[in-house]
């Protein structure tokens, strides 16, 4: 379940760290991104997001280029 004050990653602004909450597609997505170190609890931080276009996030010290698609399917929550 998700709390009230998670937001899909596609919504954060650049430079505001979040937890990752859930990744809400299918268990392929899902894979990928664990792979590169999207997993519920892990610490994330947007490093771009100009409102089109990708979004850069910063997870386990390497910064990633993810589609605003993918972006809105991992929920987030605000804070450390």
Do not use: K, W, Y
Not at 17 to 42: C, D, E, K, N
């Amino acid at each position: 379940m998700i709390d009230n004050h998670a937001i899909p990653l596609s919504f954060v602004p650049p430079g505001e760290p979040v937890t990752i909450v859930q990744l809400s597609r299918g268990f392929g997505f899902m894979a990928r991104l664990a792979a590169l170190g999207f997993t519920p609890g892990a610490e994330v931080r947007v490093v771009r997001n100009q409102g089109r276009g990708p979004l850069i996030v910063s997870v386990l010290d390497t910064e990633v280029a993810l589609g605003r698609g993918q972006a809105a399917h991992i929920i987030v929550r605000r804070g450390r």
